[in-house]
């Protein structure tokens, strides 16, 4: 499956490790939540970078307190219809400030890039390579935004509010 | 592509033929014997066996490209072998709307 | 009139090339139909019995004459000539091509027109009531706050995967002609004890399989936080609507099994949360909409011009006047209602040259603006008094002059098995034939306020529950049947319809209908009591008598 971090296609360093399945010694895993919180410290400790997939029906504030020593978070998306972990994923960006890798996995087409990136994904496991390819095309798309979210993007209000300003300004 | 889960449910009482609606424009299509489609209700393959109601729509199904949505449906021979639809539905897909448009021709 | 800005405009276009590339690449097989099917539907696609169906949203029922041109020519070019205007101010058309969508589309985006989440699981077009800034006695104009919701919702990154379809609808008057009690949010804008700004919040009603109507959540939210409530509201239902069965996804099963208090408790504590977030509506922001919101300038015009009184001669415009021609609040005008409901015609539906000649005549008489509302009927809005008698006979000439708006051939109806692949049963033959039944106007002028409403299936897409006389459609071995309701209704004082008794077959249904009609006049105490009335003061069981005695 190819990945897309950071806006550019990428080498997975990071391997899913299935419910149950032996841990590798060292190098970056994926794990899951029931593994993760089974003993969170003990993964923490681990040499090799840490990260969890969590899945779309938890709490996320579960994540919170180990939010500045994880470096992944994989949100899941069990079809590109569901679309609960949009909300995840703005709550882990803009309410509680974690700024590691935040990932998409599941179902993950191209005409979903733009939504994810505004939600504050910034590593996606793209489900068909076409669609990996044309990343950076999809995301040039839009140029216009109505909501303000924790991306930066500015709002088509705020650029109009400042047309206005320097418009009376210029007056 | 239906499941064969859901394809094994698959049970006919009589005639029946599989129809989907055209890609490309949404026309009413039938699967005929030359695994193809037609808009002519009269060019399409019908069955009489589940088993051969459940090959046609695995074959019709496979063509995603081709049209949408197929599924059995039930269809009259009159004599002379003339198919017709087999209920109100279908007749109204193969016939068009029942009701007076006012739209001017 | 909204008049769209160069941002407006970019992102429809930019939208109609996004949907181009996935039209390319469902018909070169790079996108399943199952991948396709969810972005044609947020982009309005849906496939019907015959065809793909359009569907092409009117933000809270403002057009302009341009755009019905436009419309128009889409009938024409990309279709059959003819369109559907629906009961949340959309309009379909019946017979597109696929391939031929993304042209249509551009077309349409030319004159601000787009068809973004008129279906799917996200948020639908924000409805309003069609007499929005011309109604006496309306608060304020409520389109400024349905274009700020509008905006805030189209192409949502959180919220455009819903559990299930989401429909807003806000009013501003004292009659609610936007029915906002069947709505998964309803907004009432009303004004505190210091004179601000605010809104009424109702959340969790609709109809379909399970009909609730909506319940308060919060008497009043200050105007500056309603899209952060909003929010608020989406990202409960966002994470905690179910997603197991679709017949339960709608909010107002959340808010159903949850109960009112723990769900409003939920979207509090998401709200506090949220604290001041960017959300928040300064003043600037809100004038900055206002003033894109244009009104006509109206002249000093008499209350009573000359033309008026002449004319008052003419029965047949008399009785078309009385009928469809409403107040306006300025002095001198009048909101003149254009029935889409003529003897034996599908309800709702408009031909291309119906479409055009009303562009024209809304150019003349109402200042190039026309008003979509969800009776399935069109509005001219800002008609001087002095031109009735004129714009009366040019509506005669195109058919849509029929007065009998809000009478009992008023009928809205969904389109039913003649175009839906879910229907059990048809529709509009139904609403052709009552129509005809009562085609005498002194007859429904007598029988007075009466609204039918007819659903080919459960889902109730025209609104059966909230009928004055409701008809939905099921199947019974095969053949069609119908099942009666009576009593419901769909304004302030929403309700849904009891039923009758067992489902009658087709063929008897117009029988039916006029039993049900005549034992209203027999029972209702003087001739202003309303059928709705007369049912709530007796109950079903005299109606259930009359009709099933003989059957
Ligand atoms: C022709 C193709 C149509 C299809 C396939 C369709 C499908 C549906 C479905 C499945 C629902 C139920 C959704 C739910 O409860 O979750 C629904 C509801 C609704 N439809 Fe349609 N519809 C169609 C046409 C129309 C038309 C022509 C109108 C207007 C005249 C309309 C107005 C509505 C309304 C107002 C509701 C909301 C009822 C509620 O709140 O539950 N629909 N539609
Ligand atoms: S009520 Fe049923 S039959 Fe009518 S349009 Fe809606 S889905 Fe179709």
Redesign the pocket.
Known sequence: MPLVKQGRLTTDLFVHVAEGAELPGDGAVLVTAERFLADPEALLRRSGKLGVIWPNNRNVDDLVPYLDRLASIALVFPTFRDGRAYSQARLLRERHGYDGELRATGQILRDQFVFMTRAGFDAFEVKKDADAAAFAETMKRYSVFYQPTGDGRVTALNRRMQLRHSESASQ | MTSPLEQKKIKITGPSVVTANRTWDGAVVYRTAQKGWSTELADSAVVSTSDDARALLAEANADDVGAVGPYIAPVELKDGGKVKPGNLREQIRAKGVTIDLQVPA | MYAYDELDRTLINERVSEFRDQVKRRLSGELTEDEFKILRLQNGV?L?LHAY?FRVAIPYGTLSSKQLRRFAHVARRYDRGYG?F???Q?I?FNWIKLAELPDALADLAEVGIHAMQTSGNNMRNVTSDQWAGVAPGEIEDPRIWSELIRQHTTLHPEFSFLP??F?IAITASEHDRAAIK??DIGLRLHKNADGETGFEVLVG?????T?FIAKTIKPFVHGRDVLSYIEAILRVYNQYGRRDN??K??IKILVHELGIEKFAKEVDEEWKQMGDSELRLDHAAIEEVRSRFSYPPYEKLPHMPDELKQAAHDPLFERWRKNSVAPHKVQGYSIVTLSLKPVGGPP?DATAEQMDALADLADKYSFGEIRVGHE?NLALPHVAKRDLPALFKALDRLGLATPNVNLVTDI????GLD????ANARSIPIAQELTRRFANHDTADLIGRLHINISGCI?????HHVGHIGILGVEKNGEEFYQITIGGRADENAQMGTLIGPAVPYAEVADVIEDIVEAYLALRDRPEELFVDTVKRLGVEPFRERVYATR
């Open positions: 849906y019907q169906m559907h629906t009961t949340r959309n379909q299930r379809k429909k069947i709505h009603g609709g109809l379909g399989r009909p679709i017949y996804a709608r709702g399935q809205i109806a969904c389109p175009y839906c692949s879910l889902n109730a897409c025209g609104h």
